[in-house]
């Protein structure tokens, strides 16, 4: 059974530092491009980081700078390391990866999307 875990998180006041980890285990075929997103009650959830097996990223524009993602690929993880927060940085962190590299009946690529239970971060005053 394919499971993904976050951990890390927590409590910091503005302008502190936190980071938060992704593992995916079970067995699957390839990952494709692993990130992050967040969500806070009432609101979309939104993109904060990706990171493609190339090691290619992206982030969104309220965090560049601030937040950093990698990944290890021998270990099917991703991390986020997240520097001068602001209160506005706090939300529920979702993980997610892709599973790529298997095809369908009619030799479709295929993909499909694995998520995290999510892992609070809480940025205080």
């Known amino acids: 059974q394919v499971q993904v875990v976050e951990s890390g998180g927590g409590s910091v006041q503005v302008g502190g530092s936190l980071g938060v980890s992704c593992s995916v285990s079970g067995s699957i075929h390839s990952l494709g491009i692993m990130g992050w997103y967040r969500q806070g009650r009432g609101k979309r959830r939104e993109l904060v980081a990706t990171i493609g097996s190339d090691g290619a990223t992206r982030y969104a524009e309220a965090v560049r700078g601030r937040f950093t993602i990698s990944r290890d690929n021998a270990k099917k993880s991703v991390y986020l390391q997240m520097d001068s927060l602001k209160s506005e940085d706090t939300d529920v962190y979702y993980c997610?990866?892709?599973?790529?590299?298997?095809?369908?009946?009619?030799?479709?690529?295929?993909?499909?999307?694995?998520w995290g239970q999510g892992t609070q971060v809480t940025v205080s005053s």
């Open positions: 997610k990866a892709e599973e790529v590299g298997y095809y369908n009946a009619y030799g479709a690529a295929k993909r499909d999307d694995l």
